[in-house]
């Protein structure tokens, strides 16, 4: 088949690739390259690293949905365009181009988790599984005809970053057999179910704010989630702290309030929240690079609380 592929984060960058060694692709369109880090140098999106690397052309629009950009995407003649985490929402002008329509690749098991973050929020809100979607795009949030599904299981101190980085292989995975069941006539789009709606929004800074008075589970969950952007954090006087990871220990929280750091003596960094301690393994203070818990520790004046 004749593809144009349209994706921006490393999330898309396995299916590229796939697709690239079984299909022709006359086309890639990514965003454009953005200012990043401290100095602010411009840096180019991961696919658009991937699409250098396998030789393949490349267009950064601003706006996709703008008519120079839409006169691109139909002079490529594409059979169908396949989007994974692009970054902009396609109008029926770019997405009625191919007569197989665009497809989609979605992290979760729709109807569940439409929307941009969808492997965030499924972490934490607790879920032990997500998957991949291919759905066919219209005018709704994630609200199109499904392709395909497949399930798979989050490990219970898996992070946000490690399961989005299986999700992007096993997607990869996914839109070969779909486009190959598009090709034969094997794969029939169906309706989304009614039921089993969620939705997964854009994450804030502010979602990663530890609250020390839910229990070990939400947190080390709120944890997960974060990592590694924007991070799950916390605050120690008046300095943020940022904690990259942790460990569930069924270690009962006694009298301790909530955020205190107890059982120094132990060198492990453990802090009470609702019923249970929570033990912090990766943490940061502001402007200093990631430490372990005990060395957080030897870094302390005095037993202190997290606010």
Sequence with gaps: MRIVFVGTADFASPALAALE????????????DRPAGRKGRLREPPVKTKACELGLPVAQPDRINALDAVDQL??????????????????????NIPPHGTINIHASILPAYRGAAPVRWAIVRGEETTGITTFLIDRGMDTGDILMSRALAIEPDETAGELEGRLADLGASVIVETLEGVADGTIVPRPQPDEGVSYAPILKRSDGRINWSTDASTTHDL???????PGAWTSLGDERIKVHRSARTEIRKGSAKPGAIVLAETGRLLVACGSELLEILEVQREGRPKVDGAAFLN???ETSRFG
């Design 223 to 229: 944890v997960r989630g974060m990592s590694p952007w």
């Design 74 to 95: 139909a002079e490529a003649a594409p059979d169908v365009i396949v989007v994974a985490a692009y970054g902009q929402i396609l109008k029926p002008d770019v997405f």
């Design 21 to 32: 060694r079984r299909h022709e692709i006359p086309l890639v369109v990514t965003q454009p």
């Design 299 to 301: 870094g302390l004046r």
